[in-house]
Structure formats: C-alpha cells, structure tokens
C-alpha cells in the first residue's frame, strides 16, 4: 500500500507536469521540490507550483532493446530526454513514432499514457510519455 | 437559457487493421465482408493506450481550444464508455484530474452500449441549463472488444470525442434533444465476461433502424423541421452501412451525412462514435450550419440533438488542437500477429 500512497502523492508531477518554482532566484524543478538548492533556506516553505510546458524538442535520445515487463509490447523503442519551450529538461518515453525518424530536435508534445500496473487486479499507473508534434 | 458547445477535442490512435488481414486469419473472405459493412479498415490502441488516456487527449484538444476558460469553472464531467480501464474506480477522475478540473466537482462514469457519450451531452445540458455548473465536460470514448473470430472483431475500434457544455461563448447551440428508450436486448455483456455478445440479424430492425428513425422524426416533428434544413447529419456508425441506410430512410442525401461518417476509415468506436462524427463536421462547419445528430445504443435508445453553429465559429481557436483530418494522418498497418499482441490476445506467461 505504501507504493499506492506514493504514486497518488506524484499524481500532479506524472499527468500534469507539475513542478515547483523558487520565488527566490526564480528556478523552475521538476519534478516538485520542497527546497531550492540554490537558494537553500530562503526558499523553504515558499516553493510555488509551476506547470511545465507539454511542448518541446528532443535534445537526446536512445533506443532501448531490453525492456521490463510491462513495456515488452513496445520495444523496442525511444527514451528521449526532452527540453520544453519554458527551458526544463524531461525524461520519458517516445511513442507513435517511427524509431528511424527519432532525431535530436524533433519538436514532440507530452501525453498521458498507461506507465505500468500492479497485475490484472492491481492499481494501473498513468503518466506522461512524448509523442512527435 | 441558451445552452450548447464551448469547446470540443477529438482523439483516434494510430494504428489501423483492415478486415481483410482479419479474415486472412480466419479464413474468411474479409475483404468481402468489409465491403459489406462499408469498413476499410479500423483503429486499433496502442498497448498503452485506453479510455483513460483516449478522453485525456481528447478533453485536453478541447480545453486547448478555449485558453480563456478556467478549467476550476468546470462543475462536471462524464465519460461514457463500455470499455473503462476499472470495472470499480471512475475513469472520469482520472480524466478530470488531467485537465486541473478537481476538485469542486461532481464526475461520473456512464454506461450505456453506444450512446453513452451522447448521454453525458445530455446530463450536461441539465446541469448547466439549471444553473448548477458554469461548464460540464461529457465524453464518449471506448476501445471496444470483438472475441476472435466474430463479426464485431471486424469493425471494433478505439478513439473518443470530448465536449465542453456551456451557456456562453457558444461555437453551436443545441436547439433541442430529445430521447427514444426501449427494453430491447440487441447486444449485452455479463459482468466478467470479456468480449460482448449480439442477437444476430435481431440487431437492426427493431434495434439500430427503429430507434434511431423513432427519434429523428420526433425531433424534426417537434422542430417543425424536414431533412432538407440540415447542412450535416450525424448517425450512429456501427458500420459504414447502417448510417447510410438509415440515411436514406429518413429522407437525408449522402451529402449530408458524408463529412460526419468516420466509420470506414476508423471502424466503429462505440461511445465515441456519434461524437466523433460530431467532431468531424464541427472542423469544418461555418456560421449558420444546422446539425441533425442521432446516436444509437443497444439495449436500447437514441438521443437526437438539433443543433445551430453560431458566428463564434469563426474566431473560435481550432488550430490550438489537431482536426480530425490531422489526427488521422500517418495511420501505422498493423499484421494480425502485432494486433493480436496490442489487443491483449496472446495469453502471456504469469
Ligand atoms: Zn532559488
């Protein structure tokens, strides 16, 4: 049960993008943080909720052969490191593209796909993968 | 109080299959059989893709499409569907949670074979007409089942319409809708079991043909209306068939009923059917377009809808979302054994 209240704390991060932003220096995090490195003490407790941009381009990527379990179906297919346009850096999946078409700047959009579940009965865990844009 | 549609979204996954690599497997002449029901080919969900994530990407298009509307005015929202992720657990949370609509707001699930989707138009309309919510969100989404082998496993597909209800700034007005409900058992399934079943030839005349003719004519009865002052008209599509048939026998040309017929390009995507084909026409409709729409679901019953597009249409932001022409550009083919592994029908080890 601990993973389900774990999962259910990150739900605005994996649907939403939602980060944190330092009022302090004005850095934006993602995924959510209680505390800007940067700005250590002054930015406890004044952490904003900030909503990444869903556009941006590739900036790299890499093509996976082994996967677990839940996305053998796939494979093999992207991870991509992604830059939005509001200038953060995001991992994730690329899907519904053409593996020889993946290139570094490819403009791609973050959706809300199936990540993984926990069995036939368990919980089912959405989150966002890319797709080309 | 004028209600009607603010914003809508439209969503159908890449992957497409055409009845006659189907039949190949089953050593049916699918390419006849698609011919017959007017498919040429259907759309399958990537492997991580259902309702949850369908409606998602569809409600997203739609509230993209009004940046002006704070997604915390909306009091409701209803996903209509036979295919929720959960038998217990609402996919129209997760749905709701993804456009920043909780919390104050009421959701739920709806059920009801094909029409589901139209259903939640309905449900809207109630709440925002009375006052009790500035917007009501209704979707109609599925990734429908055909077992192996049957004929529905022609033409089952996947994708979803989403449509914002509201009383201002609308893109069409409703004008009325209007119901026809009967007991009648054309197409079920038990709880537990996992592909439907259908009463045969029993599904188109007293079912699909008599509810859906019982409700347009008491629509254009009560409009004082002839088929003749609609631009567009939009039928349920369980193929690409029936709607022209039924067409036909209420007196609307091909015309009419071309721009909102997906079916032959996408199969038939239950609850998201008629919102789909709502959505098509809406790409295209100007100022002043009026909108015949009647939805089918087994079970069964017909929702009919006359609507007016107003001159918001013109400003209205389309471009924020892709149109249907759009999303259903670079369509991937799938082999039967692809399908097969996407759909869930390879028994894997534990
Ligand atoms: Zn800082």
């Not at chain 2, 990407?57 to 509307?69: F, I, K, L, N, W």
């Not at chain 2, 925002?128 to 009501?136: A, I, R």
């Not at chain 2, 449509?163 to 004008?175: F, M, P, Q, R, T």
């Amino acid at each position: 049960m601990a993973s389900i209240a774990k999962e259910w704390r990150e739900i605005p991060g994996r649907y939403n993008l939602e980060g944190s932003k330092c009022p302090v220096c004005g850095k934006v995090y993602f995924p959510k943080r209680g505390i800007c490195p940067e700005c250590r003490r002054e930015s406890l407790g004044k952490m904003e909720d900030y909503s990444v941009s869903r556009e941006g381009e590739v900036y790299s990527f890499s093509i996976v052969h082994e996967a677990p379990a839940f996305t053998s179906k796939l494979k093999p297919y992207a991870v991509v490191m992604v830059r939005t346009t509001d200038g953060i850096m995001i991992s994730g999946q690329l899907v519904d593209v053409n593996l020889e078409d993946v290139r570094i700047g490819m403009p791609v959009r973050a959706v809300l796909r199936r990540i993984s579940d926990d069995g036939p009965s368990g919980v089912i865990h959405y989150g966002y993968k890319f797709v080309p844009n | 109080m004028e209600v009607g549609i603010v914003s809508y979204g439209a969503y159908v996954p890449r992957y497409r299959i055409t009845p006659e690599e189907i039949g190949r497997v089953w050593g049916v002449n699918g390419k006849a059989m698609g011919k017959g029901l007017f498919i040429n080919q259907k759309s399958v969900p990537s492997p991580d893709e259902d309702v949850v994530t369908i409606a998602t990407e569809a409600a997203r298009g739609m509230m993209a499409r009004v940046p002006e509307v704070n997604p915390e005015d909306i009091g409701c929202v209803y996903v209509g569907s036979e295919s929720h992720p959960y038998a217990v657990k609402p996919t129209s949370t997760i749905v709701a949670e993804a456009i920043g609509a909780t919390p104050a707001m009421t959701a739920a699930d709806l059920e009801f074979a094909c029409k589901a989707g139209t259903a939640g138009i309905q449900m809207c309309m109630g709440l925002v007409g009375s006052g009790m919510v500035k917007y009501g969100v209704a979707i109609g989404a599925d990734t429908s089942q055909g077992a192996p082998g049957d004929a529905l496993e022609y033409s089952a597909s996947a994708g979803g319409a989403a449509y914002l209800i509201g009383s201002e700034d609308l893109i069409a007005v409703i004008n009325k809708t209007l119901s026809f409900t009967t007991d009648t058992p054309d197409f079920w399934r038990r709880e537990g079991q996992e592909y439907p079943s259908h009463g045969g030839r029993f599904t188109g005349e007293p079912a699909y043909f008599r509810h859906i003719t019982s409700a347009a004519r008491m629509m254009m009865e009560a409009q004082g209306t002839t088929p003749d002052d609609y631009d567009y008209a939009v039928f349920h599509q369980p193929n690409g068939k029936f709607p022209t048939r039924v067409a036909a026998q209420l007196g609307f040309t091909n015309e009419q009923i071309t721009q909102g017929l997906l079916t032959p390009e996408i199969g038939n995507t239950y609850s998201g059917a008629v919102p789909l084909g709502l959505a098509s026409v809406l790409d295209v409709a100007k100022p002043g377009d009026r909108i015949f729409v009647t939805s089918y679901g087994s079970g069964a019953g017909s929702d009919a809808f006359d609507i007016t597009v107003t001159d918001r249409i013109s400003s209205y932001k389309r471009e924020k979302a892709k149109t249907l022409a759009q999303v259903m550009e670079n369509t991937v083919q799938l082999d039967y054994a692809k399908y097969a592994l996407y759909k869930n029908k390879i028994l894997m080890p534990e």
